[in-house]
């Protein structure tokens, strides 16, 4: 991908960094992102709640799914990821419960994103299956790193990147991993993850921008995250994943 189109995505991003105290049950964001609104009960309507029940029942399958209601001006698509080894019933429920909280918070809206936890969920009234989406949410730890910075940074560095090569190489666009620190004393966990409507190459596109925000805003912390509406990257100095 050239750089003038990386640029042009990089300055898509609308970025909100959150205190890792938002970690919990509760949404960590959400965005309404469409200026159009239907009315309750309309056939679009109708389309969004028939489609948020078939992804809630589909998506703990592989943790991942997409579809579609309806025709014309009343077609809804829609799409739900859940978090890295999250179980069956863990997922099947953050999916419901995001479809139903997205619509409290985003009420008649046509387009909108809620991410939580474990699980991200989204819909629109135009198809974006396959496109690019680096509008997200970052969470860092109050907590700075107790060994050298640079040191710290070079395993997460080391270790992220090889977390993307791997996800690139993944059939289900994702990776989880850990590495040593403080000479085996410690281990930082880590993992990466793409929807998997989008190509490898623009996973790629997406983690590299994730990364460098990650850098940016996360530097010297033990654990920062940063999800888009296309992909995620997630470190820490304890397991959060069962890798």
């Not at 969004?48 to 209601?69: D, I």
């Not at 080894?85 to 809620?114: F, H, L, M």
């Amino acid at each position: 991908m050239s750089s003038l189109k990386l640029a042009s995505l990089l300055h898509l991003l609308s970025f909100i960094l959150l205190s890792k105290a938002a970690f919990g049950d509760d949404p960590l964001l959400h965005i309404c992102s469409s200026p159009d609104n239907f009315t309750t009960n309309d056939p679009f309507d109708k389309n969004l709640q028939q489609l948020a029940g078939n992804l809630s029942n589909e998506t703990p399958t592989n943790g991942f799914s997409l579809g579609s209601r309806g025709q014309g001006p009343y077609e809804v698509y829609g799409l739900a990821l859940c978090q890295v080894n999250v179980s069956y019933a863990d997922c099947w429920s953050c999916v419901a419960t995001a479809s139903k909280e997205i619509q409290n918070r985003c009420p008649n809206s046509k387009g909108a994103t809620i991410w939580y936890e474990k699980c991200l969920f989204k819909y629109r009234n135009e198809n974006f299956f396959g496109h690019l989406d680096l509008h997200g949410v970052g969470l860092c730890s109050p907590n700075s790193v107790s060994e050298s910075i640079v040191s710290f940074n070079e395993t997460k560095i080391n270790l992220l990147s090889q977390l993307a090569k791997e996800t690139l190489r993944s059939q289900n666009l994702y990776a989880v991993g850990s590495s040593e620190l403080n000479g085996g004393s410690d281990k930082l966990y880590g993992f990466t993850q793409c929807t998997r409507d989008i190509s490898s190459l623009d996973c790629g596109v997406c983690l590299r921008f994730v990364f460098k925000k990650l850098s940016q805003y996360c530097d010297g912390k033990d654990g920062g995250r940063i999800s888009s509406g296309s992909c995620s990257v997630r470190y820490e100095m304890y397991e959060f994943l069962n890798a």
